[in-house]
Every structure is written in C-alpha cells, then in structure tokens.
C-alpha cells in the first residue's frame, strides 16, 4: 500500500516540476534584467544574451 502512495507523491513532484520549467527564470547578461518568459532580446537594453538561471 505504501508503494502506491509513494508513487503518488512523486508524480505530484514531477507535476510540480514541468509547472515551474515552463515558466523558468531568464537574465540578461548584459544589464541583468530579470524575465519570466524568454525573449529574443532583451527588452530593457536590447541585448541577445539572455541565458536561463532556472
Ligand atoms: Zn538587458
């Protein structure tokens, strides 16, 4: 029985995971501006280098 609920748990866990990596953290790494969605370019200063720090 305790095997289903531990089943159970981490499929909540891995729920909880796709949740947050669809929405994720970006920075420029140019002026450091924060985002929650990945954008081309910056749209504070324009920049490319927007890297994921989530
Ligand atoms: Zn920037």
Redesign the pocket.
Known sequence: MSLFRDLGKKAEKFKQQVAASTEGTYE?D????EMHTEYEE?P????EAIRRTE
Not at 44 to 47: L, V
């Open positions: 420029c140019d002026c450091g501006a910056c504070e200063c324009g920049s």
